[in-house]
């Protein structure tokens, strides 16, 4: 079975900082690209981040200069280092990758969600 584990989540105060990191394992050929996603209570699902296993990144406009996406290709990690965030950070982090499995499936895998509190 593939699957993604998410870490790093907690309370954290304004201005501080936090690093999410997401493994995935199991029977996996190949890894297109990873990615964050994060859902706050009332609001819509947001793409924060992606980078594929050639290192090109995309951030949303809220995020960058702030946020910066990282991969380890030889450990099936994503990371998400956070600074200077914000009380509307505040929301469950979600992992994404779409694979390969060694079956020959293409899947898209979901993290089972880290949350993250940011309040003083």
């Known amino acids: 079975q593939v699957q993604l584990v998410e870490s790093g989540g907690g309370l954290v105060q304004p201005g501080g900082s936090l690093r999410l990191s997401c493994a995935a394992s199991?029977?996996?050929?190949?890894?297109?690209?990873m990615g964050w996603y994060r859902h706050a209570p009332g609001q819509q699902r947001e793409l924060v981040a992606t980078?594929?296993?050639?290192?090109?990144?995309n951030y949303a406009d809220s995020v960058k200069g702030r946020f910066t996406i990282s991969n380890d290709n030889n450990k099936n990690t994503v990371y998400l280092q956070m600074n200077s965030l914000k009380p509307g950070d505040t929301a469950v982090y979600y992992c994404?990758?779409?694979?390969?499995?060694?079956?020959?499936?293409?899947?898209?895998?979901w993290g089972q969600g880290t949350l993250v509190t940011v309040s003083s």
């Open positions: 994404n990758a779409d694979v390969v499995t060694t079956s020959l499936r293409n899947l898209k895998l």
């Open positions: 199991g029977s996996i050929f190949n890894i297109y690209a």
């Open positions: 980078i594929t296993t050639g290192g090109s990144t």
